[in-house]
T-cell receptor
Framework: AQTVTQSQPEMSVQEAETVTLSCTYD???????LFWYKQPPSRQMILVIR??????QNATENRFSVNFQKAAKSFSLKISDSQLGDTAMYFC????????????FGTGTSLTVIP | EAGVAQSPRYKIIEKRQSVAFWCNPI?????LYWYQQILGQGPKLLIQ????????DSQLPKDRFSAERLKGVDSTLKIQPAKLEDSAVYLC?????????????FGPGTRLTVT
């Protein structure tokens, strides 16, 4: 089974500053997908950003970008110009498209943006 | 487009009682997932359907949990009898299976409290 590790249970950042959330994973597969999901308090989970393992270029979505290090099996999320609405739980997830598209989630990082 | 619908949103039952949750995925989504999310943890996959067939139910406690997706559209998850440790949010998600669209769309979840 795949494992996803998020070593930062809680983080905080000042509004307008930049923060990086870390994620590592363990797999023997070569083709897979990685995701960051956001779960605001009492609200449903939404996709923040997605990275295909076969792509060398790091994915970017507006203020959100990733640092994908395939050899190191690392997938960190950088949030630039942090906003109060970024306060949420952030989950890193791994999906292997070769074995039925099962998703594996990390334990999450609780991010608080401080005004 | 309409999102993933789940009901009920909240449920409180006593241990040893039974409970059922319902999920209606986004129209056209072939894959449906049920997750259990215990407070402070990441979602754990319970069962994954591809149309009306089961892809993965390896983490489903089959002595008390059951799920079905008879017509390949909506799905029900049942717990009978419930235990205290079943208290969690039960998330339903759906996804397309073609191209690169592996994004999961999550419902609002059902918060179960077992007393």
């Amino acid at each position: 089974a795949q494992t996803v590790t998020q070593s930062q249970p809680e983080m905080s950042v000042q509004e307008a500053e930049t923060v990086t959330l870390s994620c590592t994973y363990d797999t023997s597969e070569n083709n897979y997908y990685l995701f960051w999901y956001k779960q605001p308090p009492s609200r449903q989970m939404i996709l923040v950003i997605r990275q295909e393992a076969y792509k060398q270029q790091n994915a970017t979505e507006n203020r959100f970008s990733v640092n994908f290090q395939k050899a190191a099996k690392s997938f960190s999320l950088k949030i630039s110009d942090s906003q109060l609405g970024d306060t949420a739980m952030y989950f890193c997830a791994f999906m292997n498209s070769n074995t039925g598209n099962q998703f594996y989630f990390g334990t999450g990082t609780s991010l608080t943006v401080i005004p | 487009e309409a999102g993933v619908a789940q009901s009920p949103r909240y449920k409180i039952i006593e241990k040893r009682q039974s409970v059922a949750f319902w999920c209606n995925p986004i129209s056209g989504h072939a894959t449906l997932y049920w997750y259990q999310q215990i407070l402070g943890q990441g979602p754990k996959l319970l069962i994954q359907f591809q149309n009306n067939g089961v892809v993965d139910d390896s983490q489903l406690p089959k002595d008390r949990f059951s799920a079905e997706r008879l017509k390949g559209v909506d799905s029900t998850l049942k717990i009978q009898p419930a235990k205290l440790e079943d208290s969690a949010v039960y998330l339903c998600a759906s996804s397309l299976d073609w191209g690169s669209s592996y994004e999961q769309y999550f419902g609002p979840g059902t918060r179960l409290t077992v007393t």
